[in-house]
């Protein structure tokens, strides 16, 4: 029962959130110079459509970005997950979020140098002097790219517990 009471109140407060948060954020044909506004095709849409854009965009700050894991650099996805590059920081701390995906093709282990391309077509430069030899080819093993305590990111391939400092190589 006092979920259907709360329910509606929780939609009006946020909807109210909304639309001051949308009312201190510049417009999208302020944000855009005419040209890219007219090339966005928002010029056709209704005043209400506009403002129904603008007030989910409010609401979903960061939704039309790809996760970390998904960005299609790998120095995209370092910049997102400490705040860097226009991406806004999720908190004042950077964001501590692993990147989780595959090597691309047959993975025989790093040596110190060696550049890494992953399944999601980030590449990445093994830049402390740590190797790997798994001893045989594997296909596409799983890795997780971890940031580091000074700032730097760790990569670790599953099943192995060895580790390599890495960083962006595109």
């Known amino acids: 029962m006092l979920q259907r009471l709360y329910r509606p109140l929780a939609f009006v407060l946020l909807a109210a959130a909304g639309a001051v948060h949308a009312q201190t954020m510049p417009s999208l044909q302020q944000s855009m110079d005419g040209a890219t506004f007219h090339q966005a095709g928002l010029d056709k849409l209704s005043p209400q459509e506009l403002q129904t854009l603008e007030r989910w965009l409010a609401a979903h700050p960061g939704a039309l970005l790809p996760p970390p894991s998904q960005a299609r650099s790998a120095t995209a996805a370092a910049d997102r997950a400490s705040g860097h590059a226009g991406f806004p920081p999720a908190k004042a701390r950077p964001s501590r979020e692993a990147i989780v995906s595959h090597v691309a093709g047959r993975f025989r282990g790093w040596q110190p140098g060696d550049v890494l391309t992953l399944a999601n077509g980030q590449r990445w430069r093994v830049v402390d002097d740590s190797a790997l030899d798994t001893g045989r080819a ?9 940031p580091g305590l000074v700032g730097g990111w760790l990569l670790k391939v599953e099943g192995y517990n060895a580790s390599a400092r890495v960083q962006p190589a595109n």
């Open 138 to 146: 594997l296909d596409a093993p799983a890795i997780t790219i971890k």
